[in-house]
């Protein structure tokens, strides 16, 4: 079980819609126009996930005139990123010593 790793992300990550908008906003900072161009969703369910991503901490926006930007934040990624490596690494550890709890 991923412990570090906040819960909030996790379900961020889950669900397919918002890891396109991560997709996304990793090449360039977006507004929802954009986002709702970009996926074809409606705005207003774009707005609950683009909620969803900012309150998991992997998203902040920027006021720019009547629009507000989001932008990913790679640190946050980063860090969810190491955890798994963590993990893939325990993993191949275990693998090429054969540890398995006996029964």
Same mark, same amino acid.
């Given at each position: =079980?991923?412990?570090?790793?906040?819960?909030?992300? =996790? %379900?961020?990550?889950? !669900?397919?819609?918002? =890891?396109?908008?991560?997709?996304?906003? $990793?090449?360039? #900072?977006?507004?929802?126009?954009?986002?709702?161009?970009?996926? *074809?969703? %409606?705005?207003?369910?774009?707005?609950?996930?683009?909620?969803?991503?900012?309150?998991? *901490?992997?998203? !902040?926006?920027?006021?720019? +005139?009547? &629009?507000?930007?989001?932008?990913?934040?790679?640190?946050?990624? /980063? $860090?969810?990123?190491?955890? &798994?490596? +963590?993990?893939?690494?325990? #993993?191949? /550890?275990? #693998? #090429? /010593? *054969?540890? %398995?709890?006996?029964?």
């Amino acid at each position: =079980m991923v412990t570090s790793v906040d819960s909030d992300v =996790m %379900k961020a990550l889950a !669900d397919p819609i918002r =890891m396109q908008i991560i997709a996304l906003l $990793a090449k360039e #900072a977006l507004c929802t126009t954009h986002l709702v161009e970009e996926i *074809g969703a %409606k705005q207003t369910n774009l707005s609950n996930h683009l909620k969803i991503l900012r309150d998991a *901490g992997l998203v !902040d926006t920027e006021p720019c +005139g009547r &629009f507000t930007y989001y932008k990913l934040r790679a640190d946050a990624l /980063e $860090a969810v990123a190491v955890e &798994f490596a +963590g993990l893939a690494a325990t #993993a191949r /550890e275990a #693998a #090429a /010593e *054969g540890r %398995k709890r006996s029964c």
